[in-house]
């Protein structure tokens, strides 16, 4: 059972990449996810989070104010796959990419799994991916 991520790499600033966390051993269908980051001597934040999906859509989302407009985040049940799409990258976007679960999170909304609140429930983190935006 574990989280896997991907796509990242350096890219110069206003450029894109697309961050993908694959689930392998259990399902996301139905799970809320949370993509984190954490630069350098800094306290690890929530980028963007997704809820659970419903018969509706494919959950809520919610982007923090720093990549808000930037950011997309997206789910592909059939690949078992979600996906962090950063457009207008800047230097500041630089840090390690984190993507997590549980099945604790299922009826929390995404801006209080982003806010760092419910760490303590997060039992599934991938093993993170390097972003660098520089030129």
């Known amino acids: 059972v574990q989280l896997v991520e991907s796509g990242g790499g350096l890219v110069q600033p206003g450029g894109s990449l697309r961050l993908s966390c694959v689930a392998s051993g259990f399902s996301l269908d139905g799970l809320a996810i949370g993509w984190f980051r954490q630069a350098p001597g800094k306290e690890r934040e929530g980028v963007s989070c997704?809820?659970?999906?419903?018969?509706?859509?494919?959950?809520?989302?919610y982007f923090s104010d720093s990549v808000k407009g930037r950011f997309t985040i997206s789910r592909d049940n059939g690949k078992n796959t979600v996906y962090l799409q950063m457009d207008s990258l800047k230097p500041e976007d630089t840090a390690v990419y984190y993507c997590?679960?549980?099945?604790?999170?299922?009826?929390?909304?995404?801006?209080?799994?982003?806010?760092?609140?419910?760490?303590?429930?997060?039992?599934?983190w991938g093993q993170g991916t390097q972003v660098t935006v520089s030129s």
């Open positions: 997704i809820s659970s999906k419903d018969d509706s859509s494919d959950g809520d989302t």
């Open positions: 997590a679960t549980d099945t604790e999170l299922t009826i929390y909304p995404p801006e209080q799994i982003c806010s760092g609140s419910l760490y303590g429930l997060i039992g599934y």
